[in-house]
């Protein structure tokens, strides 16, 4: 079956079919389907991406960003996690669930190592997979990531508008629910009916000109995390600050942490109490840059992943 699967996967990507490549999915042995999407250089070195909250496999995969990580030949791999876009739920998964899920997609791609890039919320299971299963990676790297939870101040090191939304996902969840699901119906006929809220909290010059400039492709973040239902993006935004239910002592291999100065949603605290809370991190704090990236970033980041000196399998 892994053999059929990678043989398929090789003639999409001959025939250039994008929008195919957005829609793939593997079986995992518990029976759930995994949703991700490929893109950039086929024959390049693996990255496998962890989309934020909301978000989903299709954050950085449309045409300009394929664009970019090909011509960076990275060969980038962004996954569902349960319960966004195409992959099914499993109701009490934690963070230390992940990289079971990631070593099962990984086996049915045929990639034995790996490199791993979390963005935001998908930080965290980039350090869990660092945690749990270091001697599948070449690489760790995060991007605008939130930082551990026993960050002093943690709970305020966010936009009050955030925690508002947090307060009430948690305290009413099925109004919560049906205000998103309203949300996401108009946001696909006006994407900016969606992007108010984002305008709210990504202040920097540098993210007002994404939001202006790519309505459409950043309205998907939500659209695409409640394909099914928003319940995967309510239990990952209401558990943010709760105690990680990994090992973060355990995480030993070298991370790269990059992390924008003018970063308005998750600002650069996180980034530098993560590199200090790490036992091996190098933090590259971009001057100027808020949350979100643009292709050539994102691909220039990637590419510094594979060029990383692999680290060992343990003994």
Known sequence: MADWHQTTRA????????DARLEETVDLPDGRRLGYAEVGDSAGAPVLYFHGVPGSRLDFTSERYDEALRAAGVRFIAVDRPGFGLSDPKPGRGDADWPADVSALAGSLGLNRFAVLGYSRGG??????????????????????????DMPGFAGAWPRLVRMD???????PALWTRVTNSNIRRGKKNPAA????????????????????????IARYGIEAARQSPEGWRMEATNVRDALDFDLDAVKMPVKIWHGTADT???????????A?????????????G??????RVAQIAAELTRTT???PSA
């Open 277 to 289: 809370r790490l036992a091996s991190a190098e933090l590259v704090e971009l001057p100027d840059v």
């Open 11 to 18: 003639v999409r990507h001959m025939l250039g079919a994008l």
């Open 291 to 296: 949350h979100l990236h643009t292709p050539e």
């Open 166 to 172: 947090r307060a009430f996902a948690r305290r009413a």
């Open 265 to 275: 949603l998750v600002p650069i605290a996180h980034g530098r109490h993560l590199a």
């Open 124 to 149: 965290r299971h980039v350090l869990a997979c660092a945690a749990l299963i270091p001697e599948r990676l070449t690489a760790a790297g995060v991007l605008s990531a939130v930082t551990s939870p």
């Open 310 to 312: 692999p680290t060992q």
């Open 194 to 217: 969606l992007l108010g809220p984002y305008k709210l909290v990504l202040r920097s010059p540098a993210d007002r000109a994404a939001l202006a400039a790519n309505p459409r492709e």
